[in-house]
């Protein structure tokens, strides 16, 4: 019993560890990590197509706050699919904007198409040429839940390597 006990507990530390050292390899600037309303979404846009550019990954802006109940639950989805976190953050340099009754971020986000809820999200080349704007109610399936599948898809058809075809989809809209 003490045996299949230390088993048990050496097998679950092990993939404690596995996890948290994926984690720790992605350094994130903290415009990816949090909305923050004192932030300028100029400044933050500038350094994130820097990134993205020297990277050679698209950049994945993420319309929303701290006050949104859907970006806590995108949030919790990410942190909970680490194989999708990793996904979002080694194909892409995520934007996070601000919005809120304090600092709506109006400047910034007139030159954005319009938004219709939130999260909202765009992609756009390491250069700044928008590729797309998307309503995260897409990710969702049928029980209202974060789809793993929706995600990973989505991530896999706007990356970098396919600049060239979604350009030229978007052209012919």
Same mark, same amino acid.
């Given at each position: 019993?003490?045996?299949s006990?230390i088993?048990?507990?050496?097998?679950?530390?092990?993939?404690?560890?596995?996890?948290s050292?994926?984690?720790?390899t992605l350094?994130l600037p $903290?415009?990816?990590k949090i909305? @923050?309303e004192? #932030?300028?979404?100029f400044?933050?846009? #500038?350094?994130a197509?820097?990134l993205a550019?020297s990277t050679? #990954?698209?950049i994945l802006?993420?319309?929303?706050?701290?006050?949104?109940?859907?970006?806590?639950?995108?949030?919790?989805?990410?942190?909970?699919?680490p @194989?999708v976190y990793?996904?979002?953050?080694s194909?892409?340099?995520?934007l996070?904007?601000?919005?809120s009754?304090?600092?709506?971020n109006a400047d910034?986000?007139?030159s954005?198409?319009p938004? $219709?809820?939130y999260p909202?999200m765009?992609?756009?080349?390491?250069?700044?040429?928008? $590729?797309?704007?998307?309503?995260?109610?897409e990710?969702?399936d049928?029980?209202?839940?974060?789809?793993?599948?929706?995600?990973l898809s989505? $991530?896999d058809?706007w990356?970098?390597?396919?600049?060239?075809?979604?350009i030229?989809?978007?052209?012919?809209?």
């Open positions: 019993m003490k045996k006990y088993l048990t507990l050496a097998l679950v530390f092990t993939s404690l560890l596995a996890m050292s994926k984690a720790e350094t $903290l415009y990816s909305y @923050d004192a #932030r300028d979404p400044v933050d846009a #500038r350094d197509i820097k550019s050679n #990954r698209n802006i993420e319309i929303g706050g701290n006050w949104c109940v859907w970006c806590q639950k995108m949030d919790v989805f990410l942190e909970k699919n @194989d990793h996904a979002l953050h194909k892409y340099v995520l996070k904007i601000n919005v009754d304090t600092n709506d910034f986000m007139k954005l198409p938004v $219709l809820g909202h765009y992609v756009s080349t390491g250069k700044g040429k928008m $590729l797309l704007s998307k309503d995260t109610g990710f969702l049928k029980d209202g839940e974060h789809s793993r599948k929706a995600w989505f $991530l058809k990356q970098v390597s396919n600049n060239t075809a979604n030229k989809q978007v052209s012919a809209e």
